[in-house]
């Protein structure tokens, strides 16, 4: 059974905050921190894109639109304790189903994925022995 590792994050766009199940996506390589976004939930943060860009994930090309605007993005925790906080660029992206962050957010955010295919990780934070389970 393949799961990927899922957590939840708190997305704070313009005057609105909206708490999230969002992929942990390493193959979504980006120089800055982005996570992408549904277009309804963009719709529902006040988010405009201004750019069309192209967007590459493992060997494919897709478009999709970019704010220059930064925005607040919290990891949560299994209490919804906040574990770390970014700021990232939101990319609206077409036929996308669920929020996914870029391997840079990841890496922001302290997420250490352990055994992504069992949907395992850990946070910078945590002791060694720890495992936290993706969330559904």
Do not use: C
């Not at 999230?20 to 980006?30: D, I, K, M, P, R």
């Not at 090309?61 to 990232?88: C, D, F, M, P, Y």
């Amino acid at each position: 059974m393949f799961l990927a590792v899922r957590v939840r994050v708190r997305v704070q766009g313009h005057g609105k905050s909206v708490e999230v199940t969002a992929l942990a996506n390493a193959g979504a390589e980006s120089d800055e921190p982005v996570i992408a976004l549904p277009q309804e939930l963009a719709e529902e943060l006040g988010i405009r894109p201004t750019v069309t860009v192209t967007i590459k994930e493992f060997s494919a090309e897709t478009l999709g639109q970019v704010a220059l605007t930064k925005i607040h993005v919290e990891l949560l925790g299994e209490h919804n304790e906040v574990l770390a906080r970014s700021w990232a660029y939101p990319l609206i992206k077409p036929g996308l189903d669920e929020p996914a962050l870029s391997d840079a957010l990841i890496e922001e955010l302290g997420i250490i994925i352990v055994h992504a295919k069992r949907g395992l990780w850990r946070h910078t934070s945590d002791p060694m022995d720890k495992l936290r389970p993706s969330v559904k």
